[in-house]
């Protein structure tokens, strides 16, 4: 909250603190819940629980529909992902992407906008092209379709009736649309893109359509929820630590946009610290709670089938065991004279053994969005009411509104990106100069 110190905003965690002081690491809880606080031990358990993982069985595997044919694993599908991920952080693809999310945030200059849905749909929506490239305005509204059933149940925690039989149809719309561009891949009817969908297209033969479609949703899910979370994080502080902004702008401002789209992370420090930090004090989700898909024996811990187990990045990255004055925004704790050794308690992208597959993506964006708040536009926020951080299970600012602008100096520099992404196709360069062709997700 605006004139308030940075600690009135955290959740207390003081009672579970004391019990993992007074009883250790390990906690049981009702329901055959078994917390694991310890970063080094919270790994083992969930690889444990993660190495033995396969892809689940469809209806038409249950109805036994399919041949027999060895399980795929999901470490298998993580190295295909993580790997293409690497390659969609590269330059060309980020020059696109930036384009992307200037156009977005172009055409919703001058009305007043909830921030948080803005940054949201910011960084949410002009990613859909490195999950299916060459999609049409009616593909592309379909899978828009499930970014709002994500938006409507983690950020507005709407389970209505009416919204639950909304969001079914969305999905379903959403489903065909993926299993539809599969299967014109996998016949060679749609020439192949560079992008997630193509990783996974060599599995299609092994586990079938209907599967590799579960796993493109699965990375779609991951693609529509915590990054957007995570960029109203970051425009929240920057609000609230305004020093911080001017920093980041400075940063951004003397970098050409050709350098900018290849990451020069060493020219751009106070961005990574103030990145890192936001993510520290507000993670995306505080608390996860997995179940055992088999017996697990991990140091000592035992956990049957069946049963679960919580992990929370929220008490990691809080706790003073592993940091000083754990809940103070303070980025220049990373500054290499003043980092301490963790043990592995910050975790920006999940826990190491299920990470975020998409990573390198979304920390790259993260760089982008900051550099498109600070260089690009200016971002009015209105103080009444002054705007605050809920905390309930995840972080997202509340009361958080205003009013994006270009920033004259930097307008004529982001032009040239646009005109560079017409000529290679890109479907979202014209939006700069004519309406979009798909729908607003922020007015409907």
């Not at 809880?29 to 080094?40: A, E, K, M, R, S």
């Not at 060459?134 to 507005?156: C, F, H, W």
């Not at 493109?216 to 957007?228: E, F, N, R």
Request: charged share 25%; aromatic share 8%; hydrophobic share 40%.
């Amino acid at each position: 909250m605006a004139g308030q110190g940075a600690e009135t905003e955290v959740v207390s965690i003081d009672d579970l603190l004391e019990r993992v002081r007074r009883e250790g690491p390990v906690l049981a809880f009702q329901n055959d819940v078994v917390g694991i606080f310890d970063p080094t031990l919270a790994v083992k358990v969930d690889k444990a629980n993660t190495d033995l993982h396969t892809v689940p069985d469809s209806l038409i595997d249950f109805l036994g529909l399919r041949g027999s044919a060895a399980p795929v694993a999901w470490r298998e599908v993580r190295a295909l992902l993580s790997e293409q991920g690497g390659r969609l952080a590269a330059p060309d693809h980020m020059r696109t992407l930036y384009t992307r999310m200037h156009t977005f945030l172009s055409e919703r200059c001058g009305p007043d906008h909830d921030l948080s849905e803005l940054s949201w749909w910011a960084i949410s929506e002009p990613l859909l092209p490195l999950l299916i490239g060459g999609m049409n305005p009616r593909d592309t509204n379909a899978l828009v379709g499930e970014q709002k059933t994500r938006y409507s149940g983690i950020v507005k925690q709407n389970f209505s009736f009416l919204r639950r039989i909304v969001n079914f149809h969305l999905s379903r719309k959403a489903a065909r649309t993926v299993s539809r561009h599969i299967k014109r891949r996998a016949r060679g009817t749609a020439p192949a893109q560079d992008d997630f969908l193509q990783s996974l297209l060599p599995l299609v033969d092994r586990i079938g359509v209907d599967r590799v479609a579960y796993l493109v949703s699965t990375v779609l899910a991951g693609m529509s929820g915590l990054p957007g979370i995570t960029a109203a994080s970051l425009l929240y502080a920057m609000h609230r630590y305004p020093e911080w902004r001017e920093r980041i702008q400075a940063e951004t401002s003397a970098l050409d946009l050709e350098s900018l789209y290849t990451l020069p992370m060493k020219a751009l420090p106070c961005t990574s610290r103030f990145i890192k930090e936001t993510i520290r004090v507000w993670p995306g989700l505080f608390a996860l709670r997995r179940p055992a898909w088999h017996d697990i024996e991990a140091e000592g811990i035992t956990i049957k089938k069946g049963a679960a187990y919580e992990l929370s990045s929220y008490f990691q990255h809080h706790s003073p065991e592993f940091w000083d004055s754990p809940d103070v925004f303070d980025p220049d704790r990373w500054l290499p004279s003043r980092r301490q050794p963790n043990k592995g308690a910050y975790v920006p992208f999940g826990f190491s053994s299920r990470a975020c597959i998409g990573s390198a993506v979304g920390h790259a964006q993260l760089v982008l969005f900051c550099a498109l708040v600070t260089r690009d536009f200016d971002i009015q926020v209105r103080t009444d009411p002054a705007p605050w951080m809920q905390l309930e299970g995840f972080a997202i600012p509340i009361d958080f509104r205003g009013v994006v602008t270009p920033r004259r100096i930097h307008a004529a520099a982001a032009r040239p990106a646009a005109s560079q992404d017409a000529a290679q196709g890109c479907p979202y360069a014209a939006a700069a100069r004519a309406p979009a062709a798909h729908a607003d997700p922020l007015t409907e």
